[in-house]
């Protein structure tokens, strides 16, 4: 029941665009958005609710597609803060509200 | 105001040896959930409460791992017979309300527990 994040790495120039794709088996009540950065807990980004919600936090964004039981997270220009690992924790249906996490996305951005 | 708290934020213990982690939620909120993080993955749910009921325990590894909520606010995370599997970062979150689905879980610094 763990959620498939994708891709696992990914390195960027400063400004440069990333998505990150978080994939269920099981359908979707809500995704959750992480960040975390080395040595630190993970930091709250945004929750999606509702099929086709999308929501945006400065030039970072996500989707949630509830029908095809996935969310994307969008990073636009990037910045040198945007560096760390990406977390999604889906709650399942029937979970009683319980978040399982992905095993994350490691975003690097370089100068 | 404070964050969630944990204590201790290191522990190195041996085997067969009980360990408590303490996790302080932040001031006022219902829900605390307990989780283990190995490096590199995504923090692994163990436990959770609503004020001091335990709301679900199906994460929790084994009969040695146990965790109490007694008056709603502070909790403690218990493992007896500590094993070397044990070792992980125990992180614990709280959010103001009852139900995940529309609220921010907030994560404590974690425990780092080493089992030797």
């Known amino acids: 029941q763990q959620p498939v994040q994708s891709p696992q790495a990914v390195i960027l120039r400063e400004g440069e665009d990333a998505v990150i794709n978080c994939s269920s088996s099981?359908?979707?009540?809500?995704v959750h958005w992480y960040r975390q950065k080395h040595g630190e807990a993970p930091v709250f980004l945004m929750i999606?609710?509702?099929?086709?919600e999308q929501k945006g936090h400065d030039k970072i964004s996500a989707s949630f597609n509830e029908k095809k039981q996935q969310s994307s997270l969008y990073l636009t220009a990037s910045q040198l803060s945007y560096s760390g690992t990406y977390f999604c924790g889906t709650e399942i249906r029937g979970s009683n509200y319980k978040l399982t996490f992905g095993k994350g996305t490691l975003l690097t951005v370089n100068p | 105001g404070a964050g969630v708290s944990q204590s201790p934020r290191y522990k190195v213990t041996k085997r067969g040896q009980d360990v408590a982690l303490r996790c302080d939620p932040i001031s006022g909120h219902v829900s605390l959930y307990w989780y283990r993080q190995a490096l590199g993955q995504g923090p692994e749910f163990l436990t959770y409460f609503n004020y001091e009921a335990q709301q679900d325990k199906s994460g929790l590894p084994n009969d040695r791992f146990s965790a109490e909520r007694p008056e709603g606010s502070i909790s403690t995370l218990t493992i007896q017979r500590t094993e070397q599997r044990d070792s992980a970062m125990y992180r614990c979150a709280s959010s103001l309300r009852r139900y995940t689905s529309t609220d921010t879980q907030y994560f404590g610094p974690g425990t780092r527990l080493t089992v030797l």
């Open positions: 999606l609710l509702k099929g086709g």
């Open positions: 099981k359908a979707l009540y809500s």
